[in-house]
């Protein structure tokens, strides 16, 4: 498993210790020297110092999946994929990460409309289509101040529809990114790591056990009720677990 080069900025000078970038440098090389605990520590020294991307977490992962701890490496594969969800190798790894999970949870299975619409939402993240969004804005204006700046009527015509359709775009772009992070606040996800844990049909140790769960399962949070939570699998299927242990995708580090 090949690492993720340093790929992020900082933005802050450090006077004391070692400054992000070379840390993430040490600990790429301590990766490829198979000092994978060691990687460990000095990757979460960079988060430690306020400092994420998902080339950082991506390296996390490739690190916990060395070490065969799947809870780890399943979820900072998560997060790599959060934050650049269309990198190929951050998808490989994760699917060999999930591997090695005991729960072999199959998706629900969707329309090719409903796979289509998903597939473009999340063509970008977030801040993608809100960059996006930026970038159309200025091409709009100036698009305009073309329109309005030439005489000729062929360019004026020509810039002008160019000015209608990055508005149309522009349009689109924010409602998407709008989208996308209302949906994201409201759905929450995490990653198990009770090493086994029983899921409920109810939240009362007398109903019926519905099913199984063991560490590295992705799942999503739906209700929680003292103790209790309410949880939903790939597959759909939904249940309560009774004191599990799951780290939300939300959590900085």
Request: proline share 2%; hydrophobic share 45%.
């Amino acid at each position: 498993m090949k690492l993720k080069l340093f790929s992020f900025l900082f933005f802050f000078n450090y006077t004391f210790g070692q400054s992000p970038s070379v840390v993430f440098e040490n600990a790429n090389t301590a990766y490829n020297n198979a000092k994978y605990e060691k990687a460990v520590s000095l990757y979460k020294e960079i988060l430690d110092q306020g400092e994420h991307s998902a080339a950082l977490y991506y390296n996390l992962a490739n690190c916990y999946y060395r070490l065969n701890n799947v809870g780890e490496s399943v979820f900072y594969y998560e997060k790599a994929q959060l934050l650049n969800p269309n990198d190929q190798d951050t998808k490989v790894n994760a699917a060999f990460a999930q591997n090695m999970a005991i729960d072999a949870v199959e998706l629900l299975p969707q329309t090719q409309l409903t796979h289509m619409k998903n597939s473009f939402f999340n063509s970008f993240s977030t801040e993608g289509w809100a960059i996006l969004a930026v970038v159309l804005a200025w091409l709009f204006a100036l698009f305009i101040g073309l329109y309005l700046w030439n005489k000729a009527p062929f360019l004026k015509r020509t810039f002008f529809i160019l000015a209608i359709l990055s508005s149309l775009l522009l349009v689109s772009s924010i409602s998407i990114s709008f989208m996308k992070s209302s949906t994201e606040e409201s759905t929450i996800y995490g990653i198990l790591f009770s090493e086994k844990i029983d899921v409920w049909a109810e939240p009362n140790s007398r109903s019926e056990v519905l099913f199984l769960l063991h560490e590295g399962t992705k799942v999503q949070l739906l209700d929680a009720l003292q103790e209790w939570q309410k949880i939903k699998i790939a597959n759909g299927s939904e249940g309560w677990i009774k004191g599990g242990n799951i780290r939300s995708l939300k959590d900085f580090k």
